[in-house]
């Protein structure tokens, strides 16, 4: 994940007297590059994960400092360090709780500390995990790509990873990812990336294939379930104009087994998108992960479709809906009540619909196994026709 505003603390608290004021719950953010600001011109030119450096000779009441504070946050600044003692003398009360409030580190330095030595230093640590990210990202790829060529990628990921033990994999996407330029692409990637509280040397994340993946290694799933709702409350928040979908894999062992879990988050993704859903996960999927499972696609769609013809060609012809309307009577076993309620239509409109299924198909529903395949064949066709097969 990045050099983080928490590696960053290790370092200099004791090296340059830093000191987290507030923002703790966003120290998991990954920082990009350190940068001067003593007004509020350069930040116009943030793509995201900058940390910002303030001497005070440019800003140092409270009014411009909470201002200042406003913008880095809407520039999805990855935290801000205050050098204390000669232009600022304190640190207001108001901008410790803007900053706690919207999850912004805020670090003050001593004046005795020579800022310029304490950036390059930094600097160059960014550099070198950076580095070693990429170098990490290209594993996993290979983890991916060719999950049985193990000697390409289990060494490299031993030395950050307990690459026996537990995997996950998180995938986020947006409808117009994948066609962005990279530079579009690498700033949302930055914004997300601050989104994901908590996650820090346990996890990883990188852009693949058109999704921004997370693996997470060993995280419990209390851990993990509060790194997902808060990334996507933080992310509907701070950025409502884009539609986020994220899907999750199943817990697999051994990181030989990470692309099983790749595979089944892609899906839960193309799930969420197909029900405009802000998040699926891949185990509630039930029955449908049967389809997930077949790899001939060509045999599920003819069994839909022939299963169903007749409804099927009703609903082409008089523009009618009945094929999801009994998806949704076999969803909620048979209910009347319940299929009108998630319709949004009138009972006596879904009992005249179900008389009409039942004899367009020749029968009545009413077994079990019958039942069940049609089911079935409704989930192929409900998934086909949103492009989720």
């Not at 051994?254 to 998040?279: C, H, L, P, W």
Request: glycine share 6%; aromatic share 10%.
């Amino acid at each position: 994940m990045g050099f983080t505003v928490e590696d960053m603390l290790i370092i200099s608290s004791d090296k340059y007297d830093m000191e987290l004021l507030a923002g703790r719950n966003g120290w998991a953010n990954s920082i990009s590059w350190l940068m001067m600001v003593e007004d509020k011109t350069i930040i116009k030119n943030f793509k995201g994960k900058e940390l910002a450096v303030t001497l005070g000779n440019g800003v140092h009441t409270e009014e411009q400092l909470l201002e200042l504070a406003s913008l880095l946050d809407e520039h999805h600044a990855a935290g801000w360090i205050i050098n204390t003692g000669e232009y600022i003398k304190t640190i207001p009360e108001k901008l410790i709780d803007y900053c706690n409030r919207h999850d912004l580190p805020l670090l003050e330095v001593p004046w005795d500390i020579e800022v310029s030595e304490m950036m390059k230093d930094l600097m160059v640590r960014i550099f070198l995990q950076t580095e070693t990210d990429e170098q990490i990202s290209a594993a996993f790829i290979k983890s991916i790509e060719t999950p049985q060529l193990e000697e390409a990628y289990r060494e490299k990921l031993s030395a950050a990873f307990d690459v026996d033990g537990k995997f996950q994999v998180v995938l986020i996407t947006t409808e117009d990812l994948d066609s962005m330029d990279s530079i579009d692409r690498k700033r949302i990637g930055y914004r997300l990336q601050i989104y994901m509280e908590n996650i820090s040397h346990n996890a990883h994340f990188f852009y693949y294939d058109g999704y921004f993946a997370v693996i997470m290694n060993e995280v419990s799933e209390e851990d993990k379930n509060e790194i997902v709702s808060g990334f996507l409350m933080r992310a509907r928040r701070r950025m409502p104009d884009k539609a986020i979908y994220c899907g999750e894999g199943s817990v697999v062992w051994d990181v030989s087994n990470v692309a099983i879990s790749f595979e089944r988050a892609a899906y839960a993704t193309r799930v969420a998108m197909r029900k405009g859903q802000s998040f699926a996960r891949f185990d509630d999927l039930g029955m449908e992960r049967i389809l997930y499972s077949v790899e001939d696609i060509s045999l599920l769609q003819e069994m839909g479709e022939e299963k169903l013809e007749p409804i099927l060609a009703y609903d082409k012809k008089h523009s009618s809906d009945l094929c999801q309307t009994l998806f949704c009577y076999l969803k909620n076993n048979g209910s009347v009540k319940a299929v009108a309620d998630e319709m949004f239509i009138h009972k006596n409109t879904i009992v005249y619909r179900m008389g009409k299924i039942k004899e367009l198909l020749g029968c009545d529903l009413e077994d079990g196994e019958e039942r069940m395949a049609y089911y079935l064949a409704c989930l192929i066709m409900d998934a086909e026709l949103s492009g989720g097969v």
